[in-house]
Structures are given as C-alpha cells and as structure tokens.
C-alpha cells in the first residue's frame, strides 16, 4: 500500500532514498555531496562573514551551568538562522533541506513540523564533549543534522571529526566522521550519543534539528 502511493505520487530522489534507508538499519546516515561544491564555499563565506561581523554568541548548554564549566563541555560560538530572513545562498541550503523533510514525512510518516539551525564555529582546540541531543527537556528533537562548511582539503590531521557511539548488539563502537565540506550527517537525536573532536583549524558547520513540533 505504501509502495503504491510512493511509487505514483512522486519520483524517487536515489540520495534520499540512501539516507532513508540509513537511518531505519542504523540510525545515522552520512551523504557526502548534499549540496554542490559552489553553494557550500558560498555558505561558508556567509558563515566567516556573520561571524566578522560579531554576530555569533557562545554556545551554551543549559541555563544554570557555570560558564567556566560550559567552555570546557562545548567551545563553539553559534548564530541562529532565521528562517524569515535569509540571504539568498542560505534559501538555497533551506530549499534542499525542506525537500528533504517533504521527501521524510511523505515516505517515513516521521511528522516533522519544524526545523531549527545555527551556523557554529569551533575554534582550533575546542569540541564538545560526548553528548545526547535531548537536554534541556527538548524531547521534539527527533533528527539531528549536521552539514559541514569546511573546505574540501579538510584532513584526518586537522582533527574534528564527529564521534557517534553505535550501541549494537556487542560492544559500544565509534564512527568517526571528518567534516569534510559538503558533508551532511543525519542521525536520531535521542538515540545516538556522539561527541565533537577538537580541530586544529576553525571547524565550520551548519547544525540543526528537524522536530516532531
Ligand atoms: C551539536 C553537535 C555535531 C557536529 O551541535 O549538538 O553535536 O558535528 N554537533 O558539529
Ligand atoms: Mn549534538
């Protein structure tokens, strides 16, 4: 019955279909090429130019917690996009991620009602330690996304690769992924605890959640 309505409603998108089938085996998913080279080197302009501008502000963690300590959980500065007022290379990221959520909820009946992102730059020697995306009460949460704004010529050696911890049926294993530009990672936000490597040069991204309201 669902293969049906699929099948007549719209056409199959082979990369969507890739994270789709990603995310029911294992609960992640790793694309490279999301968005073309271009548009990425643009975004990540747009990103160095807000952030020149003075325009990001300390990530925090949770509104009772130390900065002192906040710092050494997590060293990113963040800069929310509004939705409402983009330029017109960040209307090209939410075009693509929009069709991917349409493409989620016709397909998997996930219900995602809302997005939220945030451009984030982590300073070299700064991540953020090993974590769940739930805190702060935010059970809505139900995939996480982070798209990386680095250059391609990003190596092992520059560091900063997203750890995710895979609980499977043995052992806890580790999956490293280096933030190469382009990069988008997709994974359940209760489910995966992952962790930021600290980098040897400034580590770019555009993260976010896609939320069930
Ligand atoms: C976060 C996060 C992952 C990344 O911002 O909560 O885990 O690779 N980011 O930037
Ligand atoms: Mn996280």
New binding site residues.
């Given amino acids: 019955m669902a293969e049906l309505y699929r099948e007549m409603d719209f056409e199959l998108d082979p990369l969507f279909e890739t994270i789709i089938s990603d995310l029911m085996t294992q609960d992640y998913s790793i694309v490279d090429h999301f968005i073309d080279p271009k548009t990425v080197s643009l975004l990540r302009h747009s990103l160095l130019a807000h952030f020149e501008e003075d325009r990001f502000k300390k990530?925090a963690i949770g509104s009772k917690t130390n900065e002192v300590i906040a710092a050494a959980i997590r060293g990113?500065y963040i800069l929310w996009i509004d939705e409402r007022i983009q330029t017109h290379v960040e209307n090209l990221f939410f075009k693509r991620l929009n069709d991917l959520v349409a493409y989620l909820n016709r397909t998997c009946f996930l219900g995602i009602l809302q997005t939220e992102f945030h451009y984030?730059l982590?300073p070299p020697g700064t991540g953020?330690k090993r974590?769940l995306?739930s805190f702060q009460n935010d059970h809505k949460r139900k995939l996480?996304i982070?798209f990386?704004l680095n250059p391609e010529d990003w190596t092992e050696t520059d560091g900063g690769a997203?750890a995710l911890y895979i609980k499977g049926a043995g052992e806890e294993q580790t999956v490293l992924?280096p933030?190469v530009g382009g990069r988008m990672?997709i994974f359940e936000s209760q489910k995966i605890p992952?962790?930021?490597l600290k980098a040897n040069r400034d580590?770019l991204?555009i993260?976010g959640w896609l939320k069930t309201s």
């Fill in positions: 990530a990113d984030a982590y953020y974590h995306d996480s982070a990386y997203l992924v933030p990672v992952h962790e930021v580590r991204s993260t």
